[in-house]
């Protein structure tokens, strides 16, 4: 009895060369393990200075935010942290749709709104972090607006 | 096999969130007192609860990653994989706990 023809995990009926689409897949097998030893050391920094030092939670309003931000080094920690997150997470995301949905209408669906998802979180928080402004409140009684 | 049943649970959770925190951290471009508001939010004991819960899904995501890194690129990581399984639960008990007490003690704390 001859044995029977297993086929490689996720290789594609009909046996596609896997170099056939490009390096992508690689790419981002690679950028899951970078981004997230980065984001390793990003979150948990994210987390001490917001959660453990200070007051904890409690600290944590608006002039909270409007302090950190005044800093350029928190600007571009937070924008960094933001990116990283939503790709390694959206990627994580598009793994997850590729394994668990069958359908091909499914799955495009899926990743177009995940997709969309993505986009629009990247967009509106990057506009956040650069638009910021602590005295858009003409009665703020913030320290820093009742210098001007 | 359960930590990688782990590792996909928790980070579809960490994505969710994600996508929370970006939106309520965009109120800050509202108004102060509206944003004060959201942030109440966390303050309130039972969110408190469950940053605790993010936390811990955070770690364990963080710890079980940096095993993966080592699997992946250390040439003795696949021999040592269910050593470094053993040492991402107890490093996460070892961070976790005193993140618990001091958080706790602040959302409990008044």
């Known amino acids: 009895m001859a044995a029977p023809i297993i086929e490689t995990p996720r290789s594609r009926p009909g046996g596609r060369s896997p170099r056939a689409g490009g390096n992508f897949e690689l790419n981002s097998w690679l950028f899951m393990r970078g981004s997230g030893v980065l984001l390793v050391v990003l979150v948990f920094g994210h987390l001490f200075v917001n959660l453990i030092t200070g007051e904890g939670i409690h600290q944590v309003d608006f002039g909270f935010v409007a302090g950190k931000w005044a800093n350029p080094f928190w600007q571009v920690w937070d924008l960094a942290m933001l990116w990283l997150a939503m790709l390694h997470g959206g990627n994580g995301l598009r793994t997850i749709i590729n394994d668990y949905a069958t359908r091909a209408g ?6 177009w709104l995940l997709y969309f998802a993505v986009v629009v979180t990247v967009v509106l928080g990057t506009l956040v972090i650069f638009t910021f402004d602590p005295c858009a409140d003409p009665s703020s009684t913030l320290s820093v607006c009742q210098a001007k | 096999m359960w930590t990688w049943v782990l590792h996909r649970i928790t980070g ?6 994600l996508i929370v925190h970006v939106i309520d951290i965009s109120m800050v471009r509202t108004t102060p007192a509206f944003f004060d508001r959201v942030m109440n939010t966390y303050k309130n004991p039972v969110v408190g609860l469950m940053e ?18 080592l699997v992946d690129f250390w040439s003795e990581g696949p021999r040592h994989q269910r050593q470094m399984t053993y040492v991402v639960v107890g490093v996460f008990v070892v961070l976790f706990v005193p993140f618990l007490v001091r958080h706790l003690a602040v959302v409990f704390g008044g």
């Open chain 2, 12 to 17: 579809v959770t960490l994505f969710f969130f």
């Open chain 2, 52 to 69: 605790a819960g993010l936390v811990a899904v955070f770690l364990f995501h963080a710890l079980n990653g940096i095993r993966l890194v």
């Open chain 1, 106 to 111: 499914t799955r495009l669906t899926l990743k």
